[in-house]
């Protein structure tokens, strides 16, 4: 068997064929191999750091969707109070005379804006409606909607007001409806989303 040589130009003419293969994979040619890994491991690192910020970013959204929620029901709540002391005061003020419950009662004021630190919040009323009537007592059903922009939350309350008819007698004897005491505060005996 005859061997075969290569005739290389240049430094490598008076080179064994083994000591030239090994000096192509010798340690010298290792500086790109380092680049490499440095570049992998810098988009590696820019990766996750970007994958925390999107993540704190999304946080921070849930959080302010959770502040405009939490203040939208604040204010729906706080319309089921008003309206209770609106039936209250509209019965007291215009039914006291009669014995006649109304069916529904028309709110002078449906809707109260509230400006805090240059946000406008507001709850709306709608008219409550006699679902309940007795001798005794009353229930009326209304709904309230708290808006802190962009959440909106519903609330429906059903409001108790308690009464005492009170009658004089007359000279011959009979009794003859003189007003109603309506008694105060309206109670909200159930309350729930709509």
Not at 26 to 37: C, I, K, P, T
Not at 104 to 123: A, C
Not at 179 to 193: E, G
Request: glycine share 6%; net charge negative; charged share 20%.
């Amino acid at each position: 068997m005859k061997l075969i040589s290569f005739v290389f130009p240049g430094f490598y003419r008076r080179m064994s064929r083994t000591r030239l293969i090994t000096s192509l994979y010798s340690g010298d040619n290792d500086r790109g191999y380092v680049l490499v890994w440095v570049i992998f491991y810098l988009l590696l690192f820019f990766i996750i750091a970007a994958s925390f910020a999107d993540s704190s970013f999304l946080e921070g959204l849930i959080s302010i969707n959770y502040h405009h929620s939490a203040q939208a029901f604040e204010m729906a709540e706080g319309g089921v109070l008003v309206g209770a002391e609106e039936i209250h005061t509209i019965l007291d003020r215009d039914y006291s005379y009669t014995q006649e419950i109304p069916a529904e009662i028309i709110l002078s004021k449906q809707e109260w804006i509230l400006n805090e630190s240059g946000k406008e919040l507001s709850f709306l009323l709608e008219n409550p409606k006699c679902v309940y009537a007795d001798d005794k007592e009353c229930h009326f059903q209304f709904a309230s909607q708290g808006i802190c922009p962009p959440a909106q939350k519903t609330l429906v309350a059903e409001v108790q007001v308690e009464f005492l008819d009170v009658y004089k007698i007359e000279a011959d004897g009979t009794m003859i409806f003189d007003h109603r005491q309506f008694f105060k505060p309206a109670r909200i005996v159930s309350l729930r989303y709509k």
